[in-house]
């Protein structure tokens, strides 16, 4: 029929809303308009549709593929079935392929998939040259989000509208960074990079009602194969820690490393081990071993010295027997002090009211002597040389011991003369006083000292106590 005929057949002036079809008999005629929330049916062939409501209580095909149903109206107005597998009830949209044994979900949950008898996937798929994931917005997009980068094989976490965590494609994890770091020829399976303490610092802590810590762990088998084992060899690497500070170029440097090592032969739990303290000396970048603990207990210190920092400080001998003696009492089982050097002695004799340095003619060949001091005890000499005196006298003494002597009996120690040829008598021993850095020379079976003569030479030793 042409659309001229409308007019004449009474319809040029219909009811918005209205839709034309074909009578039985192939006349146009007007259907509707419909009431809101009615659905336009078919009565049969040779009908015209029409609106009609849907029943509350029944169920109305959406689809005449019987075997195939696709989208149905369920029992109530609110919710949508399709094969008992997905259904919508206005909250929650929800696929199911196998019910789950005690499954929790509630109207708090959007989107459901429940399948107990087999493994479960959601598979995102794009082009290899884009990204595909889920992120999470509010009023800001994209404040979260779970990524992959189908293009250069890596998975990013972000949070707060930054990336926190990156996955690259050797499966390394980098923490705070897009790109890995490389240390002394190390890639790390785990990175943490950041500006700042906090950020690039590993805290690990345990909250437990007994004595136990964390545990950082180092593991090592001769198994080429994950998760076999083969025993470590003697001198195989247990664990390294490196120190790598960057030289305005790169991270290829240490400047500090701690390792442990197999120190003899291991077998079936005997795993003898030696830790060892490497630090690059001046000028290079590579760690020297500095100090190790081996599998006896043995400290070696390899190049450097043991620096006790404060004083009164030291090696302590506890652990050693006392004396056994009759009498015998221990006062200190820590050595805390050592040293050696020279010192000046100065000779000098009394002049009737004060004792004062002798003049010298011709000096001495040998103007200083030595000592060594350990703990509280020094021991020193001299050997002087020639010389010869313009200004001397009696009671001769010797003033300029390197440390004083203790203020008590204790302090008082022998001293020791030998081949001597400048005093007017024989003197082979004296004493030095206590309190003080003075040795008086003796006569020899006498208790007066010795009188300086013009020249000669003499050879003074002895052991005395500090405070």
Known sequence: MALTQVKTLGLADGTDGQILTYDANGVVTAVGPGSDGQVLTSTGAGSPPAFEAIPAAAVTALNNATANELVTVGSTTTELDAEAKLTFDGDTLKFTHDAVTNFD???????VIENGDSDTYINIGTETNRDSGLIFSDDTRARGWYNYNHASDYAYIGTAGGERLRIDSSGRALIGHTAQQNHGGVEGQLQ???????????????????????????????????????????????????????????FQNG????????????????????????????????????????????????????????????ID???????????ASMSSEVLDFYEEGTWTPVLQYYNGSNYVAVTFSNAADNLTGIYTRIGDIVHFQWYTGFFQLSAYG????????????????????????????CFTSTVTDGYISKNSTRIYAMQQNSVSTATWDSEGYFMVSGVYKCP
Request: contains cysteine.
């Open 192 to 250: 943490v990079i950041g500006t700042g303490s906090s950020d690039s610092s590993l805290n690990l802590t345990r909250f437990s009602a007994d004595n136990w810590c964390p545990f950082l762990s180092f593991g090592k088998s001769r198994h080429a194969t994950k998760g076999s084992h083969t025993v470590a060899s003697d001198g195989d690497y247990i664990g390294y820690i490196n120190f790598a500070p960057s030289d305005g170029n790169d």
């Open 394 to 421: 009696i009671h001769a003494r010797i003033e300029g011991l390197p440390f004083i002597t203790s203020n008590d009996d204790s302090g008082h120690s022998v001293a020791n003369f030998t081949h001597c040829d």
């Open 105 to 111: 979900s509630n109207s708090q949950d959007f989107l």
């Open 317 to 327: 001998f506890s652990a050693t027997a006392n004396a056994g003696a009759t009498g």
């Open 255 to 314: 400047a500090a490393a701690m390792y442990v090592q197999i120190d003899g032969t291991p077998g079936t739990n005997d795993t003898p081990g030696r830790m060892i303290f490497a630090t690059s000396p001046d000028g290079t970048n590579s760690p020297t071993e500095r100090l190790r603990i081996d599998s006896t207990g043995d400290v070696k210190i390899n190049d450097g010295n043991l620096v006790i920092g404060t004083s009164g400080h030291g």
